[in-house]
């Protein structure tokens, strides 16, 4: 069955800095991947989707990469801010196309 | 527009009781899924509804679990003879199709005691 890793359950960095997330599956390459973003007492929130013949999307201060070589995604954020301080979740879609797969997801604290 | 809305925000129950909690998706949203966050953990799935179609119940813990839409609109899931590993905080999700970015409810926090 696909598993999901998230690199580490926490990063600490110093704001104006960029911090990179990285989300790893073990199995099959999903149609498409997506970043959440949760804070402590609510519901994930949906920040980017990339899709598997895309290799970069960004949003603003957001930058994604999706590689399915190394069955990898990068998640950036840059000039990060201490408002970026949240849980950021990586999903991906399981092979019967109907339900998100969620990593534990990487607490991110943005220290000023 | 409304975005998900769960209720009660906040349950705590004893031991044996039965629970059941509700889930208000977005209008037109065809797709609604529950799952289930315990503590300091990830997001588990318990269950899917697309439309009309039969639910995909595969990712329900126990019997004691069960869960009902009525076409695209409110969902119920419900918890029998709840136990203290139960408690958690349990998650709505829908999303306007199958696969699609979903949007979340604020969760109903459940504690048993």
């Known amino acids: 069955s696909q598993k999901i890793e998230q690199n580490s359950e926490a990063l600490n960095i110093q704001e104006g800095k960029t911090a990179t997330l990285t989300c790893n599956y073990t199995?099959?390459?999903?149609?498409?991947l997506q970043w959440y973003r949760q804070d402590p007492g609510r519901g994930p929130v949906f920040l980017l989707l990339?899709?598997?013949?895309?290799k970069e999307k960004r949003k603003e201060r957001l930058k994604v990469t999706f590689d399915t070589t190394l069955k990898q995604s990068l998640f950036h954020i840059t000039a990060s801010q201490p408002a970026d301080s949240a849980t950021y979740l990586c999903?991906?879609?399981?092979?019967?196309?109907?339900?998100?797969?969620f990593g534990k997801g990487t607490t991110l604290s943005v220290s000023s | 527009g409304a975005g998900v809305s769960q209720s009660p925000s906040n349950k705590v129950t004893e031991k044996g009781k039965d629970v059941e909690l509700r889930c208000d998706p977005i209008s037109g949203h065809t797709a609604l899924y529950w799952y289930r966050q315990r503590l300091g953990q990830g997001l588990e799935f318990l269950i899917y509804?697309?439309?009309?179609?039969?639910?995909?119940k595969s990712g329900l813990p126990s019997d004691r679990f069960s869960a009902e839409r009525t076409g695209e609109s409110v969902s119920t899931l419900t918890i029998q003879r709840t136990q203290q590993e139960d408690s958690a905080v349990y998650l709505c999700?829908?999303?306007?199709?199958?696969?699609?970015?979903?949007?979340f409810g604020p969760g109903t926090r459940l504690l048993v005691l």
């Open positions: 509804f697309q439309g009309n179609s039969a639910p995909d």
């Open positions: 999903a991906l879609l399981d092979q019967a196309g109907t339900a998100l797969i």
């Open positions: 199995n099959y390459s999903p149609a498409y």
């Open positions: 990339i899709r598997e013949n895309e």
């Open positions: 999700a829908s999303s306007p199709y199958t696969g699609e970015t979903q949007y």
